[in-house]
Each structure stands twice: as C-alpha cells, then as structure tokens.
C-alpha cells in the first residue's frame, strides 16, 4: 500500500540520472561487468568490420575483455578468502562457467585471428549485456529509450537460440583448431588444451546447451548415416565419428555430479 505521506503521484524510487549514478556505486562489479561486456561486443564488431581499428588489434581486444569479464565473475562467484590450492578448490574452480572463459581466452591469445573464436564470447557477451541494459534503462525511467529497449527485447526473445549457437560454436571449433595446428595458425598442443575447455563445456551444471548440442548432433548423424542414399563409406564414416566422440565425452557421474 503506499505512503500516505508520500506526495502525489509518487509510485515507487526516484529515477533518472541521481538514481543512475546510486544504483553505479551500489553495484560496481556488475555495472563494470555490463561495460566490459559491451566492450566485447564492440571489439567483435570492429574485428569483423574493421573501420576504425585494426582488425587484428580488435581481434585480441575482445579476448582480453571476455578474460575480464570471466574474473570478475569467478571473483563474485568465489570470494578471495576461499582461494586456495586445494584439490577441493581446484574441483570447485573448473566448475564455474567463468572459469572456463576465462581459460578460454588464455588459449586463443596466441593463435591466428578467427571469426569463430569470438563467436562464442559475442553471443554470450550480447545476451548478457542486453539483459544488464534493461535494468540500466529501468534505472532512468521506465518510459526512457524505447527503441533501445524494442532492440533488447528482440535479443532476449532470441537467447534459447543465442545459447545454442553459441554451444555449436563451441563444439564445431574443435575441428577448427584441429585443422588450425596441422597448418601452422596455432600451436600443435592447442587442439589438446581445447579438449579440455569442451569437456568443461560439456560437464557444465549451470549451461547444458553445450550438452544438449552434442546430442543433437549425434541423433542427426545416425539419422544421416542411416538414410539409404547415403554411400556406404560415408556411413561407416559418421558411424566413426559418432563412436569417437562419444569415448571422448566426460564419464556420466562427473557430469550429473
């Protein structure tokens, strides 16, 4: 019920710039995650469409901000006075999905730029930014940059999709990078680093989609391998790889642990 001796037409907390600037000191981590996420998105953008920067510079740009980004989110998901070298922390560690980020960017700082590799880091960086974004214009006003408001509506309708493609990107790299080392744009043990991110990927508690995407692969190649018109060694071929893969993923218990 509302305050009686609150003044007419008062609803709710003052908005507008004083409470912009409140709501930044009340929420200094997050605030900076939503700028360094957007930083992402403008690097991934200036890479790809390079008018105003090196595309290369931008390229290594994008992977520094998602490097940033992935601690500050270890840094609120693992408070300092819990850090330690323990087997228990280690497991604990390579749980969060900001840890795997954050891996992540360690591996690709030295290897040729590639549109594929800020895949995964733009569409989580979009999603995530959008969503902070809503509550950055709710801040101001609720009236305040519909436009800006219509654009992040449409990414959040978009964000089953925006995680599933980014799971494909995850999954499909592999063989990208496979293919990277055999012809000299990264080093020879990168593939084998990677496997590791994508087991993470795979055994991830708080995102399944990495999971999921797998699996869906895996019923389209055995549907694929199962069509009649499909000749026989190419069949045999998908069988195979089907096969592989499966031997690679994580043991059940460690992922439903």
């Known amino acids: 019920m509302a305050d009686q001796n609150s003044p007419a037409g008062e609803t709710g907390p003052p908005k507008g710039i004083p409470a ?7 929420n200094k981590v997050d605030v900076a995650l939503w700028g360094i996420r957007i930083l992402t998105v403008l690097c991934t953008i200036g890479y790809v469409m390079p008018l105003f920067n090196n595309p290369v510079s931008a390229f290594y740009k994008a992977l520094l901000a998602n490097a940033a980004t992935s601690a500050l989110r270890l840094h ?16 604990r560690f390579f749980l969060e999905d900001s840890a795997h980020y954050l891996f992540y960017s360690l591996i690709f700082m ?5 549109l594929l590799i800020l895949t995964p880091i733009f569409l989580f960086a979009l999603l995530h930014a959008a969503s902070y974004s809503l509550t950055i214009l709710d801040t101001l006003g609720q009236n305040s940059m519909w436009v800006a408001r219509l654009l992040i509506s449409l990414v959040e309708f978009q964000s089953r999709n925006i995680l599933r493609a980014a799971a494909l990107a995850e999954i499909v790299l592999f063989p990208v990078v496979a293919l990277m080392a055999l012809f ?10 990677y496997y590791y991110f994508v087991t993470w990927r795979y055994a991830s508690r708080r995102n399944p989609y990495t999971r999921n ?3 869906e692969l895996r019923v389209l190649a055995e549907r694929g391998a199962a069509r009649p018109q499909l000749p026989r060694a190419l069949a ?3 069988r195979a790889a089907v096969q592989l893969v499966c031997r690679m993923a994580p043991p059940t218990e460690q992922v439903h642990q």
């Open 76 to 91: 609120q998901r693992i408070p300092p006075r819990e850090i330690s070298l323990s087997r228990e922390f280690l497991a």
């Open 20 to 26: 912009l600037k409140a709501h930044i000191i009340a």
């Open 110 to 114: 030295n290897v040729a730029p590639n």
């Open 213 to 215: 995407t797998f699996r």
């Open 184 to 193: 000299g744009y990264c080093g020879l043990l990168t593939p084998f680093v």
């Open 236 to 238: 045999s071929a998908l």
